[in-house]
């Protein structure tokens, strides 16, 4: 099958996870105003989400893939094996992610993190490990990015006008 095509339908099953996900809001499950506290403590309010966003849509995936994929997993590759390569970038991918989200969110959702961390870096892996190329794990980590920025707009309060 075709990169094309796979980052296509990983796209859409990424983005009806991350919407059927929004789930857990609408019960009280997660506090919107955990949220809206965390993003206000790193100077993302609502006059600052756009500029926030726009950096987390575009430059974010780019800078990451080209750092996760085109750096460690293509130091990685040639020395492991092609499976144990993807495997360790994405726990490396993983483990880095809970130290930045930490800074926004409580301490309980680090686990939560770290595995979809693991999943997301396991895809975006794959992706390159195809055909060596940035262009479809930066394509499904923008889709990403945009779906948890909507999500984030919809249900923080301080982002929603």
């Given at each position: 099958m075709k990169p094309a095509l796979i980052t296509l339908?990983?796209?859409?099953?990424?983005?009806?996870?991350?919407?059927?996900?929004?789930?857990?809001?609408?019960p009280g499950l997660i506090d919107p105003r955990t949220i809206s506290d965390g993003l206000e403590s790193i100077g993302m309010s609502r006059d600052r989400f756009w500029f926030s966003a726009a950096y987390l849509i575009v430059v974010n995936p780019f800078a990451e893939e080209f750092f996760?994929?085109?750096?460690?997993?293509?130091?990685?590759?040639?020395r492991m094996n092609p499976r144990n390569a993807v495997a360790?970038?994405?726990?490396?991918?993983?483990?880095?992610?809970?130290?930045?989200?930490?800074m926004i969110f409580p301490a309980l959702w680090l686990p939560a993190v770290f595995v979809a961390a693991y999943i997301g870096g396991f895809l975006f892996a794959y992706l390159y490990s195809l055909r060596r190329s940035l262009v479809f794990p930066v394509a499904l980590h923008i889709v990403v990015n945009l779906n948890l920025m909507l999500i984030g707009y919809l249900y923080s309060p301080s982002s929603t006008p």
């Open positions: 339908g990983i796209s859409a099953l990424v983005t009806t996870a991350l919407w059927l996900s929004t789930f857990l809001f609408r996760w994929r085109r750096a460690v997993l293509s130091v990685l590759m040639p360790l970038s994405s726990a490396l991918f993983a483990a880095y992610h809970p130290i930045i989200v930490g």
